[in-house]
């Protein structure tokens, strides 16, 4: 069992930044892939990131470049920096967890509760 616990949404102006946080406790965090989903209003959920355990990452392809997904294995912290946010990024964003790493970008086992952003145009 993994529990995940995000951190860090909240109201920014488009264009500003945000770090969201996600807090992992439970088995051991090296052995999990860790990801971050998002999901807008009316909207399915929807990968966003995900980064490997020994820190190898991937992107949405609208992502890239302004996203930047990272982790402390020692603090057992998973960060999504969000840069030159837009409108659009508008949702609530899930931290998730999967041993797999072709699994935690669609169907991963473990989820967090969300943290909402609002981004503001």
């Known amino acids: 069992q993994v529990q995940l616990v995000e951190s860090g949404g909240g109201l920014v102006q488009a264009g500003g930044s945000l770090r969201l946080s996600c807090a992992a406790s439970?088995?051991?965090?090296?052995?999990?892939?860790m990801g971050w989903f998002r999901q807008a209003p009316g909207k399915e959920r929807k990968f966003v990131a995900a980064i490997t355990w020994l820190s190898t990452t991937y992107y949405a392809d609208s992502m890239e470049g302004r996203f930047a997904v990272s982790r402390d294995n020692a603090k057992k912290m998973v960060y999504l920096q969000m840069n030159s946010l837009k409108a659009e990024d508008t949702a609530v964003y899930y931290c998730?967890?999967?041993?797999?790493?072709?699994?935690?970008?669609?169907?991963?086992?473990?989820w967090g509760q969300g943290t909402p952003v609002t981004v503001s145009s």
């Open positions: 998730a967890a999967d041993r797999s790493v072709e699994k935690l970008q669609t169907t991963p086992g473990y």
């Open positions: 439970g088995r051991t965090f090296t052995d999990y892939n």
